[in-house]
Each structure stands twice: as structure tokens, then as C-alpha cells.
């Protein structure tokens, strides 16, 4: 059994040809599912997703805060967010996704301020982050400094070096490991994610983004687990059973809603 804990299962891309994909799912086991928000054109969207196997974040993504500044709504935005969030409370299992992105036009002043609305947010909730992280590591144990508590969250899809990764396990966050490792070229992630504790990692496809290595011409999809879980075992010391085992434990406790 296997938990992508992070794919955007409401793109059309899945939307538009559900059944095959959930044929694929059941027979590549992957059973369980954390599908975050962008912002609010997919809140309802999410929403309607959720279920015991669906779980659900709900925030505003950094690359996707710009239009929101441009149309003057994100202070408004960010309010209906923390009333959608506390009216669902039961309903979900995240807060995000949200974060930091250094490739970005939005002034990171900007993706700051409303980072640390969610990390309020999240806190208030008692809900993990799901973070997403681009060349901002250091922003990230910033902002989370001095706000450590038990099942802080996950960066998801990292790309990274070893210390970097070291320091966000020890403010408490796990990591997600996806597509990155299954490159060859990713020496540096690849190391790193061979040395972290094991009970640090979770497993996650960012399907459709994030292309997997053998399987960049078809589109990502959560059925593609099982391919970086083989990547993984090849580079972790323990034995097999032992990674899926504590992968699905890990994950469970994440998203335990
Ligand atoms: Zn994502």
C-alpha cells in the first residue's frame, strides 16, 4: 500500500479521465492520497475531494499569489482562507500548499507575509504545512524558528544537499522525496536523501509537475510511487520492507488528520 502525499489530483488532466486513472492507482496499490490547494480558483474544488483515502490541504501557493496581489484581493483572500480552513477543520488534513520560490516575480517580502499567515493558520488549526520550498531553505528556517511543534509539516519535492535537508528534519519537518531522485544527475539530493533518518522521509509523486526519469513522455501520475519507492531502496541501507513499512507509517502520521 502506498500514500502519495503530495499530487494535484484535481487538475483536468485526472479530472478528465478519473476512471482510468483510479484503475491505475488500484493496481499500482498507491491507496491513499494528500492532494493541496493552489489558491482559491481550487479551494471547492479540493474540498469536494476530500475523503478517508483523499486527504486535503487548503492554501495559497506562492507562484500563484501574484494574480491575487494584481486583482488587490490577497488580504481579503487570505481571510477567507483562515474561515474556510477553521469551518472545515474536520475535513482537513494540511494547510497548504505554501512557501517560498526564488524563481518567481512575486517580491519575497510578499510570499513572506503570507507564508506566515499559514504558518499562524496551521498552528491555530493543529494542522501540518505542506511547504513548498525553491532555493529558500534558509527563508524557511526562518520563518518556522521558535515554532516547532509536534507534526510541523513537510517540504515537498526537495531539491537540495544534505545540509540543507538535515536542517529542516531538525525543526521537525519530514521530507518529501519524489521524482528528483529517480535522476541520475541529482547527486546531491540523491546523497542526502540516502543519509536522512529514515523516519523523516515521505513519498510523493506532484503529479502532473515533476517528470519522472524512463517516464518524462508520459505525465505524472501518482501510479509512479512504486517506481521512486525501487529509486529509494537503492540508495537507503535497509532492506526493502523495512522502507515501505515506515514510508506508509510515516505518511500516516503526517496526514492523520
Ligand atoms: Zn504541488
Given at each position: 500500500m502506498w500514500f502519495d502525499t503530495h499530487c494535484h489530483l484535481d487538475f483536468e488532466c485526472f479530472q478528465n479521465d478519473w476512471q482510468t486513472y483510479q484503475h491505475r492507482f488500484e493496481e499500482a496499490k498507491v491507496s491513499r492520497f494528500l492532494v493541496p490547494a493552489i489558491g482559491p480558483s481550487n479551494w471547492l474544488a479540493i474540498l469536494d475531494l476530500a475523503s478517508d483515502t483523499h486527504r486535503i490541504g487548503l492554501g495559497i501557493h506562492p507562484c500563484f499569489l501574484q494574480p491575487l496581489i494584481d486583482n488587490h484581493t490577497l488580504d481579503n483572500d487570505l481571510e477567507r482562507l483562515g474561515a474556510l480552513a477553521l469551518e472545515n477543520r474536520d475535513h482537513?488534513?494540511?494547510?497548504?500548499?505554501c512557501g517560498l520560490d526564488k524563481r518567481i516575480d512575486t517580491p519575497i517580502s510578499t510570499q513572506l507575509s503570507a507564508f506566515s499567515f499559514q504558518i499562524d493558520l496551521a498552528e491555530r488549526l493543529e494542522l501540518p504545512l505542506v511547504i513548498h520550498s525553491v532555493q529558500q531553505h534558509h527563508n524557511i528556517r526562518e520563518s518556522l524558528k521558535?515554532?516547532?511543534?509536534?507534526?510541523?509539516?513537510v517540504v515537498h519535492g526537495f531539491s537540495g544537499n544534505y545540509q540543507q535537508a538535515k536542517m529542516l528534519v531538525d525543526l521537525g519537518l519530514k521530507i518529501g522525496v519524489g521524482g528528483v531522485i529517480t535522476w541520475p544527475t541529482a547527486q546531491k539530493t540523491r546523497e542526502a536523501i540516502a543519509k536522512l533518518?529514515?523516519?523523516s522521509i515521505v513519498l510523493e509523486t506532484d503529479a502532473p509537475d515533476m517528470r519522472i526519469s524512463g517516464q518524462q513522455h508520459h505525465p505524472n501520475s501518482p501510479h509512479f510511487i512504486p517506481l521512486i519507492f525501487n529509486h529509494l531502496v537503492e540508495l537507503r541501507p535497509e532492506s526493502s520492507s523495512i522502507i515501505s513499512e515506515k514510508i506508509w507509517e510515516n505518511s500516516i502520521y503526517l496526514f492523520s488528520r
Open positions: 482537513i488534513s494540511a494547510i497548504g500548499e521558535g515554532r516547532q511543534r509536534d507534526n510541523l509539516g533518518p529514515l523516519d
